[in-house]
């Protein structure tokens, strides 16, 4: 191969584009950047420290000064990484003290909350896993999966989806069936001038 050749080959597929540095998660982070450098083509541990460390605000430098100001010849990318996620990541216990005390379901589906979970307390043993979980559920839910605690932690998750599901749409079917009678009673009131009795019109 020559020069040219060789200039060209070493010239990135496309540009880097990495997603603002998310403290929280820094492992996932640093895999979604590992994305970005292998679609580019970006291969140099150089390089790839560089592009880490711009997207670095000062708080989070400061918790790896000493390697960017004086980077080793080799293998800098990989102990920037190293570092980084050993520092922001949260121990056991603290994400334990999390669990137990910080998270709720909030909007999410059951489902979608036990996968946080997960994700959060990954060295976290099911068994915890699971007791958090159901005790951040709706009473109902609580009281149904009960009765499985020996089954899959997932298969429970979906079992408790399909049933917020079902109790949904029973609920916008009372509604349809109460607003329906709602109308019939007060349209005719509204069409004879009569006084507005179910305060419709207030």
């Known amino acids: ?7 060209s080959a070493e ?15 820094p492992a996932m982070w640093f ?12 291969n140099s541990e150089r390089i790839q420290f560089c592009h880490v460390i711009s997207q670095l605000d000062h708080q989070y430098t400061t918790e790896v000064e000493d390697i960017i100001l004086s980077p080793p010849e080799q293998g800098s990318y990989t102990l920037l990484r190293t570092e980084l996620v050993r520092q922001l990541s949260s121990s056991p216990e603290q994400c334990i003290r999390q669990l137990l005390t910080v998270e709720e379901t909030g909007d999410r589906k059951a489902s979608q909350f ?13 068994n915890i896993i699971r007791s958090v979980w159901t005790s951040r559920l709706p009473r109902n839910l609580q009281s149904i999966l009960a009765g499985r605690n020996k089954s899959n932690l997932e298969a429970a998750a979906l079992c408790a989806d399909r049933i917020s599901e079902v109790e949904f749409q029973a609920s916008a079917r009372s509604l349809g069936v109460f607003g329906s009678a709602l109308c019939q009673e007060w349209l005719p009131c509204h069409s004879a001038g009569m006084p507005d009795s179910l305060g419709c019109l207030s």
């Open 1 to 7: 191969m020559d020069e040219a050749d060789s200039s």
């Open 11 to 25: 010239v990135p597929r496309r540009a880097v584009r990495l997603p603002p540095f998310w403290p929280k998660r």
């Open 31 to 42: 895999t979604q950047a590992e994305a970005q450098f292998t679609l580019a083509g970006t």
């Open 114 to 126: 036990l996968r946080y979970l997960k994700s959060l307390a990954s060295n976290v043993s099911d």
